[in-house]
């Protein structure tokens, strides 16, 4: 496989998809038509960004040491097969081709998705990068809840209708909790290498029993949020049938599973967000008025 797709972790990219996918259904349950020009843009820009932040963080965490001997997905930096300067350029050029499918999608929508887009190009650069990382303080899973959750659905909604109401609020919900639910497994799975590295990830604060009960939290929130979409439709109730994935899920997480036995999980995890993505997209579909 081509080492530019294994750097881009394809694993973690359900969690750019999902949101989108369940912003832009929302705006059937009004009757109206999806913009599917509209659509497709945001959709580069949550690809872009997520791709943007695996290439950042293989390139901060590479030239810090922070990926020496890690458990998971391949770091092109830290294995040899790209230079650091290399995987900083192919970042760079990640996060320019986001701002211009940001920028078309702002001039057909409005110049407030240029000032989003900013904010969310320097927090993936902060996540690992500069001189005082955020994520290295236990700060990455709000970041991810905020970004690839609430503005990545709420973002895409508004894209469709240009408003902001409850309803997209209640469907980020459960994308955020699954899109941090993806990187609490990656952080429990590192949580060793980071300890010796002084890398203080939230799994690392509240150590390994705590953060599988706060990983299993979040796998809670995310079947419960994306029930409560009955609220918006009696179909919402269909998201239910995730739920035997959720619990096989939690099961291993909270019967020990750890190192390399975690990273089948961001498999799984990945495909529990993209399940209830469909299935939250499919009751919003069918709830049309």
């Known amino acids: 496989m081509n080492k530019w797709v294994i750097g881009s972790r394809p694993r973690t990219l359900p969690a750019a998809i999902a949101p989108v996918l369940v912003g832009t259904a929302l705006i ?7 913009n599917w020009f509209n659509a497709l843009l945001a959709l580069a820009v949550s690809l872009l960004l997520q791709i943007g932040v695996n290439y950042s963080n293989d390139y901060s965490d590479g030239i810090k040491g922070t990926d020496a001997e890690r458990v998971g997905p391949v770091r092109l930096v830290a294995s040899g097969l790209a230079t650091a300067k290399q995987v900083k350029q192919a970042a760079y050029l990640t996060f320019f081709a986001a701002c211009v499918a940001g920028l078309i999608l702002s001039l057909r929508t409005s110049p407030w998705l240029i000032l989003v887009g900013v904010i969310s190009i320097i927090a993936a650069w902060k996540y690992t990068g500069g001189e005082n990382p955020y994520g290295y303080k236990g700060f990455g899973e709000i970041s991810v809840f905020v970004f690839f959750g609430i503005v990545a659905t709420m973002g895409s909604y508004f894209a469709q209708s240009q408003k902001l109401t409850w309803q997209a609020f209640l469907i980020a919900l459960p994308m955020g909790a699954l899109a941090c639910s993806l990187l609490a497994i990656n952080n429990l799975r590192d949580l060793p290498k980071d300890l010796l590295v002084s890398k203080k990830t939230l799994a690392v604060r509240l150590g390994d029993k705590r953060a599988r009960t706060a990983l299993l939290v ?5 079947q419960l949020s994306s029930a409560l979409i009955f609220q918006i439709t009696p179909w919402g109730l269909i ?13 291993e997480i909270m019967g020990g599973a750890s190192g390399k036995a975690l990273i089948p999980l961001l498999g799984k995890t990945g495909k529990l967000q993209l399940a209830m993505a469909l299935l939250i997209t499919l009751a919003l579909t069918l709830g049309r008025a």
């Not at 059937?28 to 999806?34: A, E, F, K, M, T």
Request: aromatic share 4%; proline share 4%; net charge positive.
């Open 218 to 222: 979040l796998l809670i929130v995310a």
């Open 28 to 34: 059937q349950i009004n009757g109206i038509s999806i």
């Open 239 to 251: 998201t239910l049938l995730s739920l035997p994935l959720t619990f096989a899920i939690s099961k």
